[in-house]
């Protein structure tokens, strides 16, 4: 199988050309054109692995992010609560001011709330995959392995 060919395999089973492209940047095609079928899925899942872990390391930094945001929010609440208490109409201008930072960083903050929780499924369901393969592997027989390999292979890269 040439590169060309492995990159629509890959496409064909939901991955992006650019994301085929990068996970197949590990096999030399120019100095071995005819790469089996098994080769490619073992790059491609080193690339996808590589993957998983990127997006749950962009998970754990937007849980940081909302936690420094909740702070920030919190912040600016006292300060409207102590401006208020002693100023009364004279810090109206700074009350109002801190109001609006305050819906900001409340509509920013649900937004990576809702960015944190779509990246939670998709790793999730990559786990969950995995690991209902990784079992009904382990019931085979060896003639089987290669054969559920690849389908596991199928299921979890796409």
């Known amino acids: ?7 629509d395999l890959l496409n064909n089973e939901g ?7 990068r ?30 872990d990127k997006r749950q390391r962009l998970q754990r930094g937007q849980k940081i992010q909302v936690t420094k945001k909740n702070k920030e929010i919190q912040r600016y609440i006292t300060l409207i609560e102590e401006l208020a208490a002693n100023g009364g109409s004279s810090n109206q201008e700074e009350i109002k001011k801190l109001r609006n930072k ?6 920013v903050n649900d937004d ?15 786990r969950f995959k995995l690991t209902v393969e ?8 060896d003639s089987q392995v290669k054969k559920s390999l690849v389908k596991l292979l199928k299921s979890t890269l796409g």
């Not at 991955?15 to 492209?21: E, I």
């Not at 940047?25 to 996808?48: H, T, Y």
């Not at 990784?134 to 027989?141: H, V, W």
Request: glycine share 2%; charged share 40%; proline share 1%.
């Open 102 to 107: 305050i819906s900001e960083l409340v509509k």
């Open 134 to 141: 990784i079992k009904n592997m382990l019931n085979l027989k």
């Open 112 to 126: 990576l709330k809702k960015d944190n929780k779509v990246m939670k499924d998709i790793v999730d369901k990559i």
């Open 15 to 21: 991955w992006a050309k650019a994301d085929a492209k």
């Open 23 to 52: 996970a197949l940047e590990l096999l030399d095609f120019k100095l071995n054109p005819d790469i089996d079928e098994l080769a490619i899925r073992r790059a491609a899942s080193k690339f996808a692995g590589a993957e998983l």
């Open 1 to 7: 199988m040439n590169k060309k060919e492995a990159i």
